[in-house]
Nanobody
Framework: QVQLVESGGGLVQAGGSLRLSCAAS????????MGWFRQAPGKEREFVTR????????YYAASVKGRFTISRDNAKNTVYLQMNSLKPEDTAVYFC?????????????WGQGTQVTVSS
């Protein structure tokens, strides 16, 4: 079992930045690929980005590529999402997720989410 707790969400103006954190309870954090997803009001949850076990491989949705950066610190059992040049359309609840596979399937573990609101 892995428990995930997101933090760092909030209200920011368009063009601003936020950094989300996701702390994992598992001592085996380093074996999990990690990802961030988001869900805007009235929309389905969508993929944002993912990072491999070691952090050596990352992948981004086209909508955030070049603006968002995912990273992880396995010593701290934490994954981060640095979000720059935020747009109103980035407004959503952001979820982190842990998966035993990278790039395939649905993550097995999910956090509760953190709200990000970008004002115009």
């Amino acid at each position: 079992q892995v428990q995930l707790v997101e933090s760092g969400g909030g209200l920011v103006q368009a063009g601003g930045s936020l950094r989300l954190s996701c702390a994992a309870s598992s001592r085996t954090f380093s074996i999990y690929a990690m990802g961030w997803f988001r869900q805007a009001p009235g929309k389905e949850r969508e993929f944002v980005t993912r990072i491999s076990w070691s952090g050596g491989s990352t992948y981004y949705a086209a909508s955030v590529k070049g603006r968002f950066t995912i990273s992880r610190d396995n010593a701290k059992n934490t994954v981060y999402l640095q979000m720059n040049s935020l747009k109103p359309e980035d407004t959503a609840v952001y979820f982190c997720a842990a998966s035993t596979t990278y790039g395939t399937g649905t993550p097995q573990y999910w956090g509760q989410g953190t709200q990000v609101t970008v004002s115009s």
